[in-house]
């Protein structure tokens, strides 16, 4: 392998068990020096159960790890930071009120209470020019945006000498523009020799940054491939076990009665600054209007304004002709509206119920005898949901939160669509999830879309909403910067819109 050197960790016959599931099973491993190594696997394939255990989260339960020929054990993570492995984590370790520089010292066991920031500061700049990372050392961490506290967590793990680094999804949280500059910063890291491990389930990002690839599905190994030598197609066969289809075919579809309109729409976000500016825009029974836009120009306070979580400053909003202004999220019960929220963790799930408990939540009255839930009919709703939207549980009565990130959002979508909803707010609904779980969920609201529902489907995903939608609208800093209809949409006058150009501004479908 070009550019590649010796083996810097070999992890052999690895084995981790959960209650009621082995996470990983019987999985062999290697780095080596000045490659870029990507983890791939569906979500709750085992990726990050590994990666844990070579950073001595979690001991496994059979196997051996050797770094740089020794057999290591790593009861914690200062263990796996002496041997030089650092991790970044999915969800940033760090303490927002606390500087940068604060955050990185920290994490370094050389620096104590006499340490002068300044010289801290001096060594953070280094490492900030010297790998292309763009951070104010005196920012609070609560003062920067989400890339730049990645570029923290990166500078703290290369601060205490890390030549062995895992980044687990690294690019879930960030802009195109981020990953980009990422993406830099690693190929630096690897020209150095450092070993890099990318945990993803991104294939075409994974295909662009990777040397070696390691394919992982239900905790075992499929295979290790050089990147140069596979294929998105045969790399996500090995993923799944099957083939994948990227592009899903739309039916025809009638278009019905005008199901939501907003007129002149204002909001306010959490800081007080204005979200969203006088949108407007009308949605249609059996079409998916498509909201593209980059992170941060309103889209989360688009949905909640629609879902009647945030109240809009200015404006009207009205479901099948009757003005809703101000309405409340109960009040949608009954107006027959259907939310899969930008956040499934927070915002979708109640983590501590069980898997049937999360699927009644919308229809809890009708499964009551007095005053007591009817355990017998519960539980036959639930088997049959989680059979229809193909929700891989241990057990109904297993609690949400031991679910992949893929199965909660199957979990979502059961609660949601199995109450043939008339309008369906959609937001960022495949954000995270693997190849084939996105799959799934494109394919499901397609089906909705058939069935006459009128689907607001908002994300940041550029090909998912050509693929998916009938019109799409662009939002730009809170504006809408035009709607096209997509089959005359060009990807070029969509990135303009993006970028706050407005292509066609007089432009209205419907």
Known sequence: MIGSGGVVVEMKGIVK???????????????????????????????TTLMNILYGLYRADEGYIKVKGRQ??????????????????????????????????????????????KRVEEAISRLCEKYGLRVDPKARIWQLSVGEQQRVEIIKALYVGANILILDEPTAVLTPQETDQLFTTLRQMKKEGKALVFISHKLDEVLAISDR???????????????????????AKMMVGRDVVFRLSKATVQKGGEALKLEGVSALDDRGLQALKNVSLSMFEGEILGVAGVAGNGQQQLAQVLM?????????????????????????????????????????????????????????PAMTKGLFLDRSAVAKYADRLIKDFDVVTPSKDSLAKTLSGGNIQRL??????????????????????DVGATEYIRRKLLVERERGSAILLISEDLEEIMSLS?????????????????????????????????????????
């Open 470 to 510: 009938d019109r799409i609208a662009v939002l730009y800093e809170g504006r809408i910067m035009g709607i096209v209809p997509t089959e005359k949409a060009k990807i070029e006058e969509i990135g303009l819109m993006m970028a706050g150009t407005s292509v066609r501004p007089d432009e209205e479908a419907g």
């Open 213 to 235: 690839i390691t394919v992982l599905r239900k905790g075992r190994a499929i295979s290790t491939v050089d990147t140069a030598e596979t294929s998105k197609i045969e790399l």
């Open 308 to 364: 009647g979580i945030r109240k809009p400053t200015a404006g009207r909003i009205f479901i099948r002709g009757r003005e809703m202004t101000g309405y409340t999220p109960a009040d949608l019960l009954e107006l027959d509206v259907s939310y899969i929220p930008e956040d499934r963790i927070e915002s979708g799930a109640i983590l501590d119920l069980s898997v049937s408990d999360n699927l009644i939540l919308k229809v809890y």
């Open 72 to 117: 290591v054990a790593l009861g914690s993570p200062k263990d796996a930071i002496a041997l030089g492995i650092g991790m970044i984590h999915q969800h940033f370790t760090l303490i927002p009120p606390m500087t940068a520089t604060e955050n990185i010292m920290l994490g370094s066991k050389s620096e104590g209470v006499l340490t002068d920031p």
């Open 17 to 47: 068990r959960f209650p009621g599931v082995v996470a990983n099973d019987h999985v062999d491993l290697d780095l080596r020096s000045g490659e870029i190594h990507a983890l791939l696997g569906e979500n709750g394939a085992g990726k």
């Open 412 to 433: 979502i979508l059961a609660r949601e669509l199995s109450l043939e909803p008339g309008i369906v707010v959609a937001s960022q609904p495949t954000r995270g999830l």
